[in-house]
Antibody
Framework: QITLKESGPTLVKPTQTLTLTCTFSGFSLSTSGVGVGWIRQPPGKALEWLALIYWNDDKRYSPSLKSRLTITKDTSKNQVVLTMTNMDPVDTATYYC?????????????????WGQGTLVTVSS | SYELTQPPSVSVSPGQTARITCSGDALPKQYAYWYQQKPGQAPVLVIYKDSERPSGIPERFSGSSSGTTVTLTISGVQAEDEADYYCQSADSSGTYQAVFGGGTKLTVL
């Protein structure tokens, strides 16, 4: 059974850097074809893809947020970390991590199943 | 940027068929995926690769694709199907590894 759980601060101040950790079980991020993605959802709004890291350390980012995002993995700890710099109140959202499924080649997208429960991050001074 | 377009809302009576569409230029070349999200919960995958149904998802959920539009069909809608539904795909260049539609609120009357 695959499970994922997000952790990190619930409140950050504007201009600060957000660091979120996704801790997972039931799969290995060293297995070919596997990936972990981050997706966020502002209150009452739609889902937005942020970043995706593949088993081979291929990293992909949403073009609109690429300059602010960094995704890394620690295979030995079964964790993926997302950092987002220069936080703003508009970044207030529930942040989800999710297991990526799809083609064997990295960089081909795919789908997310399952998802973590999400963590609400509020940006406010 | 690449966008997927969904209707904001769809309403049906119990037992009827609900159809939710998603349009995007790259859909003839890229698979689409569908998620169900109930209030306060994480999204759940209900359709992958346009029309495949994950284990545990009721048979009343089905997907189809035609040109630049994909459709999620829920046959014999039940009250428990009331939720937000999101389509997801990617652009043809690989720049956008994942793009979500704006979501459709399904209301069961």
């Amino acid at each position: 059974q695959i499970t994922l759980k997000e952790s990190g601060p619930t409140l950050v101040k504007p201009t600060q850097t957000l660091t979120l950790t996704c801790t997972f079980s039931g799969f290995s991020l060293s297995t070919s074809g596997v990936g972990v993605g981050w997706i966020r959802q502002p209150p009452g709004k739609a889902l937005e893809w942020l970043a995706l890291i593949y088993w081979n350390d291929d990293k992909r980012y949403s073009p609109s947020l690429k300059s602010r995002l960094t995704i890394t993995k620690d295979t030995s700890k079964n964790q993926v970390v997302l950092t987002m710099t220069n936080m703003d109140p508009v970044d207030t959202a529930t942040y989800y991590c999710a297991h990526r499924r799809g083609g064997a080649a990295a960089g081909t997208g795919g789908w997310f199943d399952p998802w973590g429960q999400g963590t609400l991050v509020t940006v406010s001074s | 940027s690449y966008e997927l377009t969904q209707p904001p809302s769809v309403s049906v009576s119990p037992g009827q068929t609900a159809r939710i569409t998603c349009s995007g230029d790259a859909l003839p070349k890229q698979y689409a995926y569908w998620y169900q999200q109930k209030p306060g919960q994480a999204p759940v995958l209900v359709i992958y690769k346009d029309s495949e149904r994950p284990s545990g998802i009721p048979e009343r959920f089905s997907g189809s694709s035609s040109g630049t539009t994909v459709t999620l069909t829920i046959s014999g809608v039940q009250a428990e199907d009331e939720a937000d539904y999101y389509c997801q795909s990617a652009d043809s260049s690989g720049t956008y590894q994942a793009v979500f539609g704006g979501g459709t609120k399904l209301t069961v009357l």
